[in-house]
């Protein structure tokens, strides 16, 4: 299986994990690998649309729905590992939701390198 193959059907299956874990319906994630690999989970929050962001370049982050025309509001990233367990995520979530502060933004984008995305994400094939 060539890397992208087992990025998408890895990533597929770690955000249904993450999704199970979260308490998020399938029908409220998406997941797209193009020239960078992303995933969407929504979730029930305190009065607005807040959604579980992933992306290869900054791992998972908290974010506000806003006007559909710009760009979601991040308020919270979990930080590194890249693909953290799926409780660390519903962890993540838990505190966030409950006031706490998250950690800083990784910034990742300069070390992408898919065949190693692709092993992180093996452990979900």
Do not use: C
Not at 60 to 84: C, M, Q, R
């Amino acid at each position: 299986m060539d890397d992208s193959a087992q990025i998408s059907l890895g990533l597929a299956r770690y955000v249904q994990a993450v999704a199970e874990e979260v308490g998020v319906p399938p029908e409220g994630t998406e997941f797209e690998v193009s020239d960078t690999a992303t995933a969407y989970l929504g979730l029930e929050g305190p009065g607005r649309d807040l959604m579980l962001l992933w992306s290869e370049h900054r791992g998972w982050s908290i974010a506000v729905e806003t006007d559909p025309t710009e760009k979601p509001l991040v308020v919270a990233h979990l930080g590194l590992p890249l693909v953290p367990p799926p409780d660390a995520v519903a962890k993540f979530v838990d505190d966030v939701l409950a006031g706490k502060p998250g950690s800083p933004e990784p910034d990742l984008a300069g070390t992408r390198d898919r065949h190693r995305l692709a092993n992180r994400l093996s452990d979900y094939l």
